[in-house]
């Protein structure tokens, strides 16, 4: 079962704009973790926001985690056709060390 | 090893025959996970052991999956009379826990496609 939900499902940007994506969950949590896949490979952690915290920069990346409304968003400032690929919300459910994965949003930035 | 290795990347198998996929995580990480990924999907939990037992085994689908972790390292994730459902990319993950949380490294994934 997914525990996240993101949305859009898909984006499509030109280099330079930045691009904003939302994740949704289901149940009261620790922590919540965004992971970028590019096509065909495995998944790279990019950050981590702790549930206490609202929001966190790293690089390019700024998220956000609102938990009374169970949600997070994820932006990526001054996009790169690098910057291509899917991109997962995970969140473990409370008091578990397992990472549920959401559906995904699909980025492509042209050049 | 510097990576989480996924032996094979690639499997084609029957229908009803039996496959093992092998990770091999990062040297020190003491929690493994298996997740399988559809096309167009997130990844989908199956299993994760602490260190040599399994602590939640909620996501295996039925009983012709069955994982193994018996030194605590290498581990083996194993399918039974192999379904075409079955077919997706095998992933796992082990995992060093950073500011209180499991942050996750995966592999290549294992690739099986049940004809």
């Known amino acids: 079962s997914q525990q996240g939900e993101e949305d859009p499902q898909a984006l499509s940007i030109q280099e330079g704009e930045n691009a904003t994506m939302n994740c949704s969950y289901k149940t009261s949590i620790n922590n919540l973790q965004w992971y970028r896949q590019n096509s065909g490979r495995g998944l790279v952690h990019l950050i981590l926001?702790?549930?206490?915290?609202r929001e966190k920069h790293s690089g390019r990346l700024r998220v956000t985690l609102d938990t009374s409304k169970k949600s997070s968003s994820l932006l990526i400032t001054a996009s790169r056709a690098a910057d291509t690929a899917s991109y997962f919300c995970?969140?473990?459910?409370?008091?578990?060390?397992?990472?549920?994965f959401g559906t995904g949003t699909r980025l492509q930035v042209f050049p | 090893g510097a990576g989480v290795s996924q032996t094979p990347s690639n499997k084609v198998t029957e229908k009803g025959k039996y496959v093992e996929l092998r990770c091999d995580p990062i040297s020190g990480h003491t929690a493994l996970y298996w997740y399988r990924q559809s096309l167009g999907q997130g990844p989908e939990f199956l299993i994760y052991?602490?260190?040599?037992?399994?602590?939640?085994d909620s996501g295996l689908p039925n009983d012709r999956f069955f994982a193994v972790r018996p030194e605590g390292s290498v581990s083996t994730l194993k399918i039974q009379r192999t379904e075409r459902g079955d077919s997706a990319v095998y992933l796992c993950?082990?995992?060093?826990?950073?500011?209180?949380?499991?942050?996750?490294?995966f592999g290549a994934g294992s690739r099986l496609t049940v004809l």
């Open positions: 926001i702790r549930s206490n915290e």
């Open positions: 052991f602490q260190g040599t037992g399994a602590a939640d």
């Open positions: 995970a969140t473990p459910p409370y008091n578990t060390d397992k990472l549920i």
């Open positions: 993950a082990s995992s060093l826990v950073i500011s209180g949380a499991n942050v996750l490294t």
